[in-house]
């Protein structure tokens, strides 16, 4: 209703006014948000990070450079490379980009096997290479990486390799696209249970009200790592990693609902209140036209804000389950998957490149927090 | 008015208060000049966001940020025996030492809603006692005693156990009754009253009226009354200031405001309220149009856009100023001035 | 109050009788009823068509409560709504619920106090005041558009703002919204409820006047609820006065306000403060002790009686009836005939 129709002709406008308050006045709920949300700087950062996050879960076979799971005794613990461009050759400087290879070095004291850069080898790697084939969204057969090394034989460890040689980057960039979803899922779960119950717990209030509201404040007083740790032990260890999968969201959101379930029952009980809605009554409106059309919008904004602000409990839920092995298991690979291998304190000495997917942790779940206080912040134009 | 330097308790000259907000400045005071007689009722009435309250905060010191005072001043004549000293509180840190001494002791406010100035976890005992053991070198019980009888005093019946009573016990009256004892308790020189009885019924409301007419014959103090009900302002008032947008418009004693009034909105005013009495069905003569949205006020003359008599040409480019009637009486619109009173 | 007065005079519109609504106080666990808020507690009333009638009190004086239950956005406990439709036919209002109140909803409506809550901001004008059309199924598309511009335009509203949001309007011009949504079905009876309260005194003048207008142009019959006498006086035909969920007195303005017959309306109007401060009623202001009563608790007899300055024995035993005293002057008091009270004459002069 906010695109600018032709106004009923025949009527001239006496005094026009200034189109930038013009704009103001028939300006939406959702423009009125935007305004408030884009004075919010950290919430715009937190935003484009979190779109630029789920972006790459889009589209993880297409960025990461080789597949998550090839192997390669050669590079065990091979620590990360640096992508270099400048090439000073006999015949001049040429710029490409290439990494470097590895040179095995024996520590003839502790007998420890490490890698060094070795600087005389150099291996060419290219953007939109040719690499191991994959389908994307498994659909679209391609074979194109964004980067990656133009023989898909040299070694390319960006952000090193772990215990079986495997590409950190690799694993993390699928590891997003687990992580991120499980998320999105698990709350797309408690939404439903929470809007369905929230409602009619504000709705019709009375005993049913009282009922859902003593549910929930048990569900609340369960301490929740034991509980998760009950129900994750519980999953038969011989689901197949898909299945594993949507029982932790399961689990997550079993949790997650309550939290929204009593933010709408707070609107539906002091919406129900407000003028505006027994005006509706008195038009003769149904029930369900008072829900849908009068009540509904005027939380929906906020129940947006709640949503992203209970992703990044069910992101960190997810990390720590999965790293008490509880969780998502090999071969299925989450960031908490990843940092199970960072789990004891002889490899994090010897490659402290394991914890990266920690770091994506952390900036995924800030990005997520600021994004959600500045909807919460806006989510309410009126006020 | 003789003897007038000893009679003034407060000056305000020029006052200017302005919010800065991201949407721009708004002026919510924009030049106010009055003064407050000692043991007087000042009444500054208008309709809402014409500045009244701030005008009244910015006595005190009390505005909200991002609004702070621009200019003028504000001039507080203390009486120490025969000498008066004159403070600026305008001038002073609004956190500092100086104005907090003032503020509860020498003047102290009420507000429309008891329970923004009353605590909702102490008891009304502990919130007077507290005023009294702040400004005053008295001991425990003393400041009990005192807060006892100023409750009794503002006709709360049983006070010694209504002392007991948290603020959500007692009625809306009864509240207002509780604010105007701790307000009065250090027996301030000036009580600032914003729209005290607004949110009352009119037999709570004529109470209360009565019971500060009572209160400031009994204890001699000033009052400041802030109020948009044209009926309380003819009940209350000795002087009255007219606001409209930030301007004081017109100001006098009150029986030339009612039976005289000069400015074409002072004027309007008056006639759009229906008055108990008027026979019925005659048609209001109302002012048209809407007050001016605060980010957007008219040049010149704030009132031109809505003033049937306003100039063209003159009222929206030319701020009136201030202009001089006698006996203490000021309007500001350009009909008075002697360059434009042939338009009158 | 006189039998069915509805049936005989075919100039009432609508007749309220012995209307009660009872709200129950729960508390506990299980949340079980350990009694009643009386907010309309036997209230007796009639609307002539055409006429405005004037409904005031202090405030929890259950006038809003009245309204409401007109309405029938409150199902109330007991008593009568009687309507007269279009055809003469005679309907209880109390009785009808769901489906069946549907018609009535379109020519019963209301304008709400507060201009900021009673407009949803989340829809434009268009939807707003259109919604009454678009439910009923009056209207819809460009035939909404153009009856929503004509209804805007006699409010006083530029047609070409019906895409604009209620954010973009003060507090008067909202106010106006609301009263063409009210308008928007035609209605018969409309119920005015604090209709100008939260209005500045320069604005309130214009919706007053618009009001009236509208009133002439179509035929409207208002229940003008308020707690403002000024106002009341000046807008009503007939005023009615409520104190604890009961009315005290109904009568003509002219006569209510100068005859006043029962001692709480008499209080009433000597509180009022007069806009002339030659007038100064402080000597002659009869301030009434104490609080209104609780509606939970009310006090035995005449609910007033602990307060009243004319209170006997009698009072404190015996409710006092609703009965008419003559010329259509209702009271309920033991000794309406014997008091002489005081009312206001001319520009607020007191009489004696």
Known sequence: ?383 | MANQDQDILLEVKGLKTYFFLDEGTVKAVDGVDFEIRRQQTLCIVGESGCGKSVTARSILQIVDPPGRIVEGEILYHRRNGNTTEVLNLAAMDPRGQEIRAVRGKEISMIFQEPMTSLSPVHTIGNQIMEAILLHMPVSKNEARDTAIDMLRRVGIPKPESRINDYPFQLSGGMRQRAMIAMALVCRPSLLIADEPTTALDVTTQAQILDLMLELQEEMGMAIMLITHDLGVVAEMADDVVVMYLGHAVERGDVDSIFHDPKHPYTRALLRSIPKVGLKARERLDSIRGMVPDPYHRPAGCPFHTRCDEAIPGVCDRIVPPRIPLGDGREVRCLLYTEEYAGER | ?352
């Open chain 3, 1 to 352: 109050m006189a039998d069915d007065l509805i049936t005989r005079d075919e100039e009432v519109l609508l007749e309220v009788r012995d209307l009660k609504m009872h709200f129950p106080i729960r508390r506990g666990l299980l949340r079980r009823v350990i009694g009643y808020v009386k907010a309309v507690d036997g209230v007796n009333l009639f609307i002539r068509k055409g006429e405005t009638l004037g409904l005031v009190g202090e405030s929890g004086c259950g006038k809003t409560t009245t309204g409401r239950c007109i309405l029938r956005a409150y199902d109330p406990t007991g008593g009568q709504i009687l309507y007269r439709q279009k055809d003469g036919q005679i309907v209880d209002l109390s009785q009808l619920d769901g489906k069946a109140l549907k018609p009535y909803r379109r020519e019963i409506r209301m304008i709400f106090q507060d201009p900021y809550s009673s407009l949803n901001p989340r829809m434009t004008l268009l939807d707003i005041v259109g919604e009454p059309l678009r439910v009923n199924k009056i209207a819809s598309g460009k035939e909404l558009e153009d009856r929503v511009a004509a209804l805007l335009r006699r409010v006083g509203l530029r047609p070409e703002y019906m895409r604009r949001y209620p954010h973009a309007f003060s507090g008067g011009e909202r106010q106006r919204i609301g009263i063409a949504r009210a308008l928007a079905l035609d209605p018969r009876l409309v119920v005015a409820d604090e209709a100008v309260s939260a209005l500045d005194v320069s604005v309130r003048a214009q919706i007053l006047n618009l009001l009236q207008d509208l009133q002439q142009e179509f035929d409207l019959t208002y229940l003008f609820i308020a707690h403002d006498l000024s106002v009341v006086e000046y807008i009503s035909d007939r005023v009615a006065v409520m104190y604890v969920g009961k009315l005290v007195e109904l009568a003509d303005t002219e006569e209510l306000y100068i005859n006043p017959k029962h001692p709480y309306t008499e209080a009433l109007l000597s509180a009022v403060p007069k806009p002339d401060p030659r007038l100064r009623t402080r000597k002659h202001r009869i301030v009434l002790q104490g609080e209104v009563a609780d509606p939970a608790h009310p006090p035995s007899g005449c609910y007033f009686h602990p307060r009243c300055p004319y209170a006997r024995e009698r009072c404190a035993k015996e409710e006092p009836q609703l009965r008419d005293i003559g010329g259509g002057h209702y009271v309920a008091c033991h000794y309406a005939e014997e008091l002489s009270l005081r009312g206001v004459i001319g520009e607020g002069i007191v009489a004696q």
């Open chain 1, 1 to 383: 209703m906010t695109e600018a129709r032709p106004l009923t002709p025949g009527i001239a406008v006496e005094e026009p006014a200034q189109e930038t308050e013009i704009n103001l006045y028939i300006a939406s709920q959702w423009q009125l948000m935007w305004w408030r949300f884009r004075r919010h700087k950290l919430a715009l950062i937190g935003g484009t990070v979190t779109l630029i996050i789920y972006l790459i879960a889009l589209f993880v076979e297409f960025l990461a450079p080789t597949d998550p799971n090839a192997y390669s005794v050669r590079y065990t613990y091979a620590p990360p490379q640096r992508l270099h461009f400048i090439d000073r050759t006999d015949k001049g400087i040429r710029i490409h980009p290439y990494v470097y290879g590895y040179k095995v070095k024996v520590d003839k004291v502790a007998l420890r096997r490490t890698f060094v850069i070795d600087k005389t080898k150099k291996y060419p790697v290219r953007f939109f290479v040719k690499g191991t084939p994959y389908k994307l969204w498994g659909l679209i057969e391609m074979k194109t990486h964004l980067i990656g090394p133009v023989d898909p034989e040299a070694p390319m460890y960006l952000l090193g390799a772990d215990r079986m040689g495997r590409d950190m980057l690799s694993r993390m960039i699928y590891g997003t696209r687990v992580s991120m979803s499980i998320g999105l899922v698990g709350v797309a779960l408690s939404l439903i249970l929470g809007i369905l119950l929230g409602g009619i717990s504000g709705y019709y209030g009375g005993s049913i009200d009282t009922l859902i509201q003593r549910i929930i404040e048990f569900l609340r007083s369960i301490p929740t790592i034991p509980l998760w740790l009950g129900l994750g032990a519980a999953l038969p260890p011989n689901w197949p990693p898909l299945r594993v999968y949507f029982g932790i969201t399961v689990i997550l959101s079993l949790i997650g609902w309550t939290g929204l379930a009593r933010v709408v029952r707070g609107r539906f009980l002091s919406l129900r209140e407000e003028d505006f809605v027994l005006a509706a009554r008195l038009d003769g409106s149904s029930e369900l036209r008072i829900i849908l059309r009068h009540m509904v919008p005027s939380f929906l904004s906020h129940i947006i804000a709640s949503i992203t602000l209970s992703i990044p409990s069910m992101i960190l839920s997810e990390t720590a389950l999965s790293f008490l092995g509880l969780g998502l298991r090999p071969p299925v690979v989450s960031w908490g998957v990843l940092l199970q291998e960072a789990q004891n304190v002889r490899s994090v000495a010897t490659a402290p490149w394991l914890l990266i997917p920690g770091i994506a942790v952390v900036v995924a779940v800030l990005a997520l927090n600021f994004l959600g206080d500045g909807l919460r912040d806006a989510a309410d134009p009126y006020a």
